[in-house]
């Protein structure tokens, strides 16, 4: 198995633009995870999906963020607009029966 | 809620030497998963080893073991045999044994591996 997919793996913006980061999850896992990362605040769930229904977006920072998991295969966090304090390291997990696989994460990087 | 706790923000260990990582959680439950992960400076979460709360026997991965101690709430990593490449940050953390699959993570401990 390829893994949990991400894309893109580095993404260098403006302030004000939108970004869009893309997740493709283990083939059958039912649960989709996505995490944000920083220095200062550690590791943050922003949202997750059981069989691609949000189940729990309280970790989403503010409405600039938005998630959608259109089909089992495929999942977006779309940012809009962008601002530098949202630079970080975004990580999406895929799990089947409690395991948590990673994917290598998107590095964002807002001017 | 659950919490979980790591104590040592940092550690040190001689390359080819044994270190112990420390864990403690809280919950109320029976029935959850611990894990191990690894994010070495790449930045990839890595699974290193998973223990399931019903099981006695301790999980063990190659090198890597734990010290399980449901009673106690205390999740342990063993690393053994110390090599450049363990150096990373890792986190334990805790899951609920399939009902939601979330998983709550410990704040991490930073391992440097000295050769």
């Known amino acids: 198995d390829a893994g949990v997919i991400q894309s893109p793996r580095h993404e260098v913006t403006e302030m004000g633009q939108e970004v869009t980061l893309r997740c493709k999850p283990i083939s059958g896992h039912n649960s989709l995870f996505w995490y944000r990362q920083t220095m200062m605040r550690g590791l943050e769930l922003l949202i997750y999906f059981n069989n691609n229904v949000p189940i729990d977006d309280s970790g989403m920072p503010e409405d600039r963020f938005s998630a959608k998991m259109p089909n089992a295969s495929f999942s977006t966090l779309k940012i809009q607009p962008s601002e530098p304090r949202d630079s970080a390291v975004y990580f999406c997990?895929?799990?089947?029966?409690?395991?948590?696989?990673f994917g290598p994460g998107t590095r964002l990087t807002v001017l | 809620a659950q919490t979980v706790t790591q104590s040592q923000p940092e550690m040190s260990v001689q390359e080819a030497e044994t270190v112990t990582l420390s864990c403690t959680y809280d919950?109320?439950?029976?029935?959850?998963?611990l894990f191990w992960y690894k994010q070495p400076p790449s930045r990839q979460m890595i699974l290193v080893i998973r223990q399931e709360a019903y099981k006695q026997q301790n999980a063990t991965e190659n090198r890597f073991s734990v010290n399980f101690q449901k009673a106690a709430k205390s999740f342990s990593l063993k690393i053994s045999d110390s090599q450049l490449g363990d150096a990373a940050m890792y986190f334990c953390?805790?899951?609920?044994?399939?009902?939601?699959?979330?998983?709550?993570f410990g704040t991490g401990t930073l391992l440097a591996v000295q050769p």
């Open positions: 953390a805790y899951g609920d044994g399939g009902a939601t699959n979330k998983l709550i």
């Open positions: 997990a895929s799990s089947l029966k409690g395991t948590q696989y």
């Open positions: 919950t109320s439950e029976s029935d959850y998963y």
